[in-house]
């Protein structure tokens, strides 16, 4: 069974800092790309950054370019997203997801589209 579990989501004042955890089971991890996506209240799930399979790079959306860092632990089967100096916009819930490498393009990886399978999701509050 494919499980894509987050963790480390909670509630924080505005340029503060927390790190989501992504745990996968249940596929061949080395052979996926994952990316976390957001969705706030009344809006649509956007992709915020992801991870290649093939050789690690990393992409980010412009609005958390320079703040958020996302990185894998493969010995783990793990992603996590760090994030810093947090805005009361980056409010939402945060899912992470799973889309086959060998099939994804820069231009949809920060798509939903191109993802399998998806986590529960967790929920990051921000307060001004």
């Known amino acids: 069974e494919v499980q894509l579990v987050e963790s480390g989501g909670g509630l924080v004042q505005a340029g503060g800092s927390l790190r989501l955890s992504c745990a996968a089971s249940?596929?061949?991890?080395?052979?996926?790309?994952i990316a976390w996506f957001r969705q706030a209240p009344g809006k649509e799930r956007e992709g915020v950054s992801c991870?290649?399979?093939?050789?690690?790079?990393?992409y980010y959306a412009d609005s958390v370019k320079g703040r958020f860092t996302i990185s894998s632990d493969n010995a783990k089967n793990t992603v996590y997203l760090q994030m810093n100096s947090l805005k009361p916009e980056d409010t939402a819930v945060y899912y992470c997801?799973?889309?086959?490498?060998?099939?994804?393009?820069?231009?949809?990886?920060?798509?939903?589209?191109?993802?399998?399978?998806w986590g529960q999701g967790t929920q990051v509050t921000v307060s001004s």
């Open positions: 997801a799973a889309g086959r490498g060998a099939t994804m393009t820069t231009f949809i990886r920060l798509m939903t589209l191109a993802y399998d399978y």
């Open positions: 991870i290649s399979s093939i050789d690690g790079s990393t």
């Open positions: 249940g596929f061949t991890f080395d052979d996926y790309d």
